[in-house]
Nanobody, 120 residues
């Protein structure tokens, strides 16, 4: 079983920056894709950014050029650097990880979520 623990989010003014981290622990084989999702009240959870084990990334159009996802494979950690934050970025942010072994998905895991609030 894999546990994902996110760093605390916080309250930041529009235009500010915030960095989230997420550490995976437990009995881990290989974490393939890791990602950040977010969910605002009344909205569906959406993908913010994803990163493969090899470093390939993809971003939601709404955050391109402002957010950067990165990871530290030996430490099973994924980061989300958020710059030029906007009030519409306010949401609960969730860490996500896919564990694989020999090409087979063993499990898909979620963190508990961390609140990010951007004030105007």
């Amino acid at each position: 079983q894999v546990q994902l623990v996110e760093s605390a989010g916080g309250l930041v003014q529009a235009g500010g920056s915030l960095r989230l981290s997420c550490v995976a622990s437990g009995s881990i084989f290989t974490l393939n894709t890791m990602a950040w999702y977010r969910q605002s009240p009344g909205k569906q959870r959406e993908l913010v950014a994803g990163i493969t084990r090899g470093g390939g990334t993809n971003y939601a159009d709404s955050v391109k050029g402002r957010f950067t996802i990165s990871r530290d494979n030996p430490k099973n950690t994924v980061f989300l650097q958020m710059n030029s934050l906007k009030p519409e970025d306010t949401a609960v942010y969730y860490c996500n990880a896919h564990e694989t072994l020999g090409g087979q998905t063993l499990g898909i895991y979620w963190g508990q979520g961390t609140q990010v609030t951007v004030s105007s």
